[in-house]
């Protein structure tokens, strides 16, 4: 039998067994069809259009079904949106649009969305309370927002707080930049989605907190816990097309370690389920393979590029160093002595030498006794990967990896690699976020990948402005002198930012309810929901009134009733989204927002190109996003809604330069400070600041909604031969971190952990990856896929179709052979109660395609309770309830990363 033969994909398996679930009587689930009509390819033919495509115009416009923002286009007759496809004039999506994006005209014109200021009339809350929701003017919604929120700003700024999402992501920036403005609010509470671990470890690896393999040149990779390329990810549509070029073309080899056999294992060479929380092992596994079995690293980049020569001294775990500079001492192989890293004409690798009678290791000898037990029999028992198969991927990454090749690109020499590791929020959310993405990104590093053509890379790590003689759009990477470490710019808005200089010189003492003075490697408020739940504990004030923004903060964290707790509690909550959602049954003010298709924004993708992958062949590129048609009933974006609270709020001196320095709006655009600000003047001029005074808001209008300006290759690649950096190899500032964390939480008694600040990484378990009791033999895991991903899609008529008919997404997966142990089949409806004792039940599909410790749904935040979710309620398995969620044991006291690692025991109900 061929490879070929023997390939197979998620749906094949579960096709048969989800229909019968299906037609068991899974509630508002009928495809509509019966007998031949169902298998019938023929009854699925597209129906006549109903309007004439010759007719009416293109508008384009920018999507907003998931955070990604693929440029599109909207075909309008007689001022209605009759079909949404990609822009192929923009890189930003190519022209492709997924189904997310193609289903955006079914919420534009949603009878379910709210289009006018509501006001609560029962002062009751809770999901079985009606809350008596009554249309208010924008007057009165705007002044009475002020007033509450002004008053307790009077008392304590702390007493208001925000909250808000991903798939909002620039009104997002736009709220917290408000309420800070205009209530002086600090505060912020955000959901697990973050990449949490993921980001800190890209930023301090590649600069970028955004990081991915050099689609155009890899031939060998490696992912743990993304589907990027396949079915998410930032830049989705991009990748995916590049991806599949690139294997089909080049046989670019893909191995995913994943639980369950997402998209990205689906389109694998090689899957290999693995039991979840144990990732860092089989990278640890691999990285002994390279390194005591194989000798498969690349030693000339590890001294080059990193601080593996740096001397250890094995008593403290520091590196030493230079009196006065502070600079690390390497060992010069051509002095016999040790000098700092800047001086040493020939570094030692490995050996044990004596610095003033204190006999040290380099660095990698040290990491090389780390790992001597960490074989790949020792993984096996931890993962469940048999060893046999982590060797196998180890020598085949190995000898991908082109170790030693060097290319010339424009006249410059550039490492270059076959192979690398990619990582997103499957291994961040544990209990050891950034244990986990270390130890899978030090294999990248071990090769020499890192920052090389054809390994690991950032999205945009460097650039020198949108036009010709105007840099004003422009960011670049700082050096940490110490070390030579390359510094970072922040995510989004390419602003200079350095971690060491953080740990170095921060104030430790808690000012934020998230308790992000204490976590100087994050940059994540999570925290936020253990002080909310305990704020005597950790010193905080408990916030009294919430501003949310298109989000659902009752579902995003944990369980829900706990959350329920929380909101019932507060004062005054206020709300901004098109839909009456779960949150709105304990707000006491809804905003209506615009649909996408309705309204401005301004640089979706904002300065460091955020969610569009980089590329040589893929310009800076800066799309338009503008309303296609009128806002039904006047209902406003999200620009003109912040512009109108600060304006009321007397906030516009400090709000207008806040929002203008965002941007970078140059003086001679500048806006005054004694008027509301105008969105189309200001769209208008951040294009003519950072591009040039040609290229304004109308410019965008009468030319297609595109500007692109080529990428220069040091953009695109930032180590040549002659550059200057380094990238951590030993992380000698997790020690600086966890004294000067320590100190200050033993002066304000306040219980943390510091356990994980260590130099080098390894792999620790989650809370319950050990079982305490036999009867809670199985982990609930979720996953997202092309349909659904970050976005309201089981509201969307077209989504939720497709959902309910592919005999997946709204069920519970179960491995085919732990079913049959259980007694259990396709069709059966049973219930998952967690160690904590919460609960949730759902109809059973088997599969092979799901590790047999585990159960799966997809998204896990899904059960609507809001009856004004007219398509979504009850629709969907919320598995992240099962999780109790303001237990500190579960937060990576790091980089504020929640552990959602739960066991359950799972039961038939009758």
Same mark, same amino acid.
């Given at each position: ?10 749906? %094949? ?20 069809? *019966? !007998?031949? #009509? ?8 597209? #129906? ?46 190519? !022209? ?19 289009? +006018?200021?509501? +006001? ?143 998209? %990205? ?7 290999? $389920?693995?039991?979840? !929380? ?42 030493? =160093?230079?009196? !006065? ?63 046999? *198969? ?27 690699? @076959? ?35 054809? @390994?690991?890379? @950032? ?45 170095? #010189? ?5 000012? *934020? ?78 905003? $209506? ?25 893929? $310009? ?126 033993? #002066? ?132 992240? *309830? ?7 044991? =579960? ?11 739960? =066991? ?7």
């Amino acid at each position: 039998m061929s490879r070929s033969d023997m390939r197979f994909t998620r749906r %094949g398996f579960v096709a048969g067994a989800g229909a019968t679930a299906l037609a068991a009587g899974l509630a508002g689930c009928a495809s509509g069809t *019966t !007998g031949d #009509e169902a298998t019938d390819l023929a009854s699925t033919a597209p #129906e006549p259009a109903a309007y004439d495509a010759a007719e009416g115009t293109w508008v384009p416009t920018t999507c907003n079904m998931c955070f990604n923002n693929c440029s599109i286009k909207a075909h309008v007759v007689d001022g209605t949106v009759v079909e949404l496809t990609g822009n192929p004039d923009s890189p930003i999506g190519s !022209g492709h649009i997924c189904a997310k994006g193609a289903a955006g005209i079914m919420q534009l014109y949603d009878p379910a969305r709210i289009t +006018k200021p509501l +006001k609560r009339t029962n002062p009751k809350k809770g999901f079985d309370e009606d809350p008596g929701w009554e249309e208010i003017s924008w007057d009165e919604a705007y002044d009475t927002i002020v007033q509450k929120f002004g008053e307790a700003a009077a008392k304590d700024p702390k007493l208001n707080m925000g909250a808000s999402m991903v798939a909002g992501l620039i009104g997002s920036v736009w709220r917290s930049l408000t309420l800070g403005c205009a209530f002086g609010v600090s505060e912020g509470t955000s959901s697990d989605i973050c990449g949490a671990g993921v980001h800190i470890c890209e930023f301090l690896l590649t600069g970028d907190g955004n990081a991915m393999p050099d689609y155009d040149n890899v031939d060998y990779l490696i992912q743990f816990g993304t589907q990027a390329g396949t079915a998410t990810r930032h830049g989705f549509n991009m990748t995916a097309d590049k991806f599949a070029r690139r294997r089909a073309e080049d046989g670019l080899r893909l191995v995913n370690f994943d639980p369950h056999m997402s998209a %990205g294992a689906e389109k694998a060479d090689l899957w290999v $389920p693995i039991r979840p !929380g144990s990732d860092a092992a089989a990278a640890l596994a691999m990285a002994y393979v390279f390194i005591h079995e194989l000798d498969l690293i690349d030693r000339d980049y590890l001294v080059e590029r990193t601080n593996a020569p740096a001397l250890v001294d094995p008593a403290t775990q520091r590196v030493l =160093r230079a009196e !006065g500079s502070n600079k690390s001492l390497y060992w010069d192989e051509a002095a016999n002595a040790a000098k700092p890293y800047d001086e040493c004409e020939k570094p030692a690798l490995e050996g044990e030498y004596e610095v003033d009678g204190v006999k040290c290791h380099t660095a990698f000898s040290v990491l090389k006794e780390h790992i001597r037990e960490m074989t790949p029999e020792w993984a096996e028992d931890i993962t469940t990967v048999p060893a046999a *198969t982590l060797r196998q991927v180890a020598e085949e990454f190995g000898r991908a990896a082109r170790i030693g090749e060097t290319i010339e690109i424009e006249g410059k020499t550039y490492r270059r690699r @076959g192979a690398a590791v990619d990582i997103f929020s499957g291994l961040s959310r544990h209990k050891r976020s950034i244990l986990n993405v270390w130890a899978c990104l030090q294999l990248n590093t071990l090769i020499g990948a890192t920052n090389s053509v054809g @390994g690991f890379i @950032g999205f945009a790590t460097k650039c020198h402005g949108w036009a010709d003689n105007n840099p004003t759009a422009g960011f670049d990477l700082g050096i940490w002198e110490e070390d030579g470490f390359i510094e970072c710019n922040s995510l989004m808005i390419g602003a200079p930012n350095s971690f060491y200089k953080i740990i170095r #010189e921060r104030d430790y003492t808690p000012t *934020t309810q998230g308790l992000l003075e204490l976590q100087p490697l994050s940059e994540d408020g999570h925290f936020v929901h253990m002080a909310m739940a305990d704020p005597d504990l950790y010193h905080t004030t408990r916030p009294r009134n919430l501003f949310w923004y298109a989000c659902n903060p009752i579902k995003w964290w944990a369980n829900v009733e706990e959350q329920v707790k929380v909101y019932q509690d507060m004062d005054f909550i206020v709300g901004v989204d098109i839909y009456l959602n779960d949150m709105s049954y304990f707000s006491d003010i809804m905003l $209506p927002e615009a649909c996408y298709l309705e309204r401005y924004d301004v640089l979706p993708q904002f300065y460091m190109n955020h969610r569009m992958i980089g590329s040589l062949d893929t $310009p800076w590129t800066l799309a338009m996003w503008q309303p296609v048609v009128e806002p039904k009933d006047g209902a406003p974006g999200f620009m003109e809604i912040y512009a109108e609270i600060a304006d009321r709020a007397g906030a516009n001196e400090f709000f207008i330069p806040a929002v203008c320095g965002l941007y970078r709006v140059k003086e001679e655009y500048m806006f005054p400070t004694d008027q509301k600000l105008d969105v189309e003047q200001f769209i208008d001029a951040v294009y003519k600041s950072n591009i040039d005074e040609e290229h304004g808001l109308q410019w965008f209008k009468d030319n297609g909604g595109v500007y692109t300006y080529p990428r220069k290759v040091d953009e695109m690649y930032i180590w040549d031969a002659e550059a200057p950096g380094r990238i951590p190899f030993y992380w000698d500032f997790m020690l600086e971190a966890k004294e000067k964390v320590e100190a200050k939480v033993a #002066e304000l008694d306040i219980p943390w952990e510091t356990d994980d600040y260590i130099p080098l990484p390894e792999w620790r378990p989650g809370v319950e990856f050990y079982a305490d009791d036999p009867a809670y033999d199985i982990f609930p895991v979720y996953y997202t896929n092309a349909s659904n991903t970050d976005t309201w899609t089981v509201q969307n008529a077209w989504l939720n179709e497709v959902n309910e008919e592919d005999g997946i997404t709204y069920l519970i997966e179960m491995n085919t052979a732990t079913a049959a142990e259980k007694g259990l089949a396709s069709g059966d409806t049973v219930r998952l109660t967690s160690t904590p004792g919460y609960t949730v039940e759902g109809r059973l599909v088997v599969t092979e395609g799901i590790h047999p410790e585990c159960v799966s749904s997809v998204v896990g935040t899904w059960d609507a309770k809001s009856k004004y979710l007219t398509i979504a309620q009850g629709k969907g398995v919320n598995l992240v *309830t099962l999780i109790p969620g303001q237990d500190p044991k =579960r937060m990576d006291h790091i980089v504020s990363a929640f552990d959602q690692l739960i =066991r359950v025991k799972v039961e038939k109900v009758s």
